[in-house]
């Protein structure tokens, strides 16, 4: 689910400062994108909004979020936006948020 492996990487390359800067500019605009997806975007937007959430997700270690997205925004590219599960990717991502959390705490 969370790739620790580029948090550590992250973390390193970035310093501790800048990481936590990172991290809650991440939570913003991913809440942003999340909000979208809740909100029932479609076409083109919808695609875009998964290529943003893949590429954030990617970058902070949200492995599982960032699959969810690529495979949605694949179908979305295709024209098969009905059939993307929307609902797993925003459940993924609250569960990755919570497990990201208190990965971190620890």
């Known amino acids: 689910m969370i790739d620790w492996d580029r948090i550590k990487e992250l ?3 970035i310093g501790e ?3 936590r800067e990172v991290v809650e500019i991440f ?14 975007v479609v076409g083109e937007s919808l695609a875009a909004d998964l290529h943003f959430l893949k590429g954030s997700a990617l970058n ?11 495979a ?3 179908a979305a590219v295709e024209g098969k936006g009905d059939q993307i ?12 948020k919570t497990v990201f959390k208190q990965g971190l705490s620890t």
């Not at 902070?60 to 690529?70: A, D, V």
């Open 17 to 19: 400062e800048d990481f």
């Open 27 to 40: 939570l913003e605009e991913v809440e942003d994108g999340i909000g979208r997806l809740k909100s029932g």
């Open 60 to 70: 902070l270690g949200f492995s599982s979020l960032s699959s969810l997205c690529q």
């Open 72 to 74: 949605g925004e694949t």
């Open 85 to 96: 599960d929307l609902t797993a990717i925003i459940c993924c991502y609250e569960e990755s």
């Open 11 to 13: 973390r390193t390359e």
